[in-house]
C-alpha cells in the first residue's frame, strides 16, 4: 500500500507523470525493438510496443507545449547566475538555461508542421529542437564533471582530513553530492547518445541506432531520473521535522 501511495503522489504532480511516460515510452521502444529484431514469432507485439512507445512520446510532446513559461520563470530567476560563486558553472548553467529556452519554441513549431498547423518545414525544426537539446546535454555533462572534480578535491584536501574528525553530517553532504552528480552525468550522457542518433545522417553516429538502442539508452536515463527523484524525497521526509 505504502508503494501505491507514493505512486499515485508522483502522478499527481507533472514532473511525476512525465517521469512515468517517459520511464514505460522508452521500455516499450526496448522490449518492443529487441521482439522485432530477435524474435520474428513475436514481431507483432513488438511493433504493437513501438507504436505505444511512439504515442507514450507524442503525449510529452503535446504536454510540453505549456513548459516555456514555467522555464522562462526559472531563467529569469538564475539570471546571470550571481549567487553562483564559481564562475564555471555559473556559466555553464547560464547557457544551459538558454539552450533548455530555445529548445521549447523549436519543438512547437515542428509539431505543428506535423500537425498540419504551420506549412514549414518539420524536419528543419526538428533537427534544431535536438540540437538545443544536444547543447544543454553537453553544458549539463561539462558542470557534472566540474562538480565532481571539485567536490572530491574538497574531499581529498588537508582541510577536509581535519573536518573528518568532527560530525560527518558535513562530509555525508558532500559524498551524496557526488553520487548526485555521477548519475545526473550517466544519466545526459544516455540521453546525449540518443540526442546524436536523432541528427541528420552523417553527424557521428545519427540514424544508426536500431530501436531497441535507443530506448535501452533511454530506459537507462529514466530510471537514473526516477532514482534521483525518490531519493531526493527520501532525504525530504528524513529531515522534516
Not at 533548455?100 to 525544426?125: G, N
Amino acid at each position: 500500500m505504502a508503494a501505491l501511495s507514493g505512486l499515485a503522489s508522483a502522478l499527481e504532480s507533472y514532473r511525476g507523470r512525465d517521469r512515468l511516460i517517459r520511464t514505460l515510452g522508452y521500455c516499450c521502444q526496448l522490449v518492443g525493438g529487441a521482439l522485432v529484431e530477435q524474435c520474428p514469432a513475436r514481431s507483432e507485439v513488438g511493433t504493437r510496443l513501438l507504436v505505444l512507445s511512439s504515442q507514450l512520446n507524442h503525449c510529452r510532446t503535446i504536454l510540453r507545449l505549456f513548459d516555456d513559461l514555467a522555464m522562462f520563470m526559472y531563467t529569469k530567476q538564475y539570471g546571470l547566475g550571481a549567487e553562483e560563486e564559481d564562475v564555471f558553472v555559473r556559466c555553464v548553467s547560464v547557457l544551459g538555461n538558454l539552450a533548455d529556452q530555445l529548445y521549447y519554441p523549436c519543438e512547437h513549431v515542428a509539431w505543428a508542421a506535423d500537425a498540419k498547423i504551420l506549412r514549414v518545414d518539420s524536419a528543419w525544426w526538428w533537427t534544431l529542437s535536438t540540437a538545443f537539446w544536444g547543447l544543454s546535454l553537453l553544458l549539463g555533462i561539462a558542470r557534472s564533471l566540474w562538480m565532481v572534480a571539485k567536490l572530491r578535491k574538497q574531499l581529498r584536501s588537508p582541510m577536509a582530513a581535519f573536518t573528518s574528525r568532527l560530525p560527518r553530517s558535513k562530509w555525508r553532504a558532500v559524498e551524496a553530492q557526488i553520487q548526485s552528480e555521477v548519475l545526473t552525468l550517466l544519466s545526459n550522457l544516455a540521453d546525449l547518445a540518443n540526442a546524436v542518433h536523432w541528427l541528420p545522417p552523417g553527424v557521428l553516429w545519427a540514424g544508426r541506432f536500431p530501436p531497441w538502442v535507443v530506448g535501452l539508452l533511454g530506459t537507462v536515463s529514466s530510471l537514473l531520473s526516477v532514482y534521483q527523484a525518490v531519493r531526493a524525497g527520501g532525504r525530504a521526509d528524513a529531515t522534516t521535522p
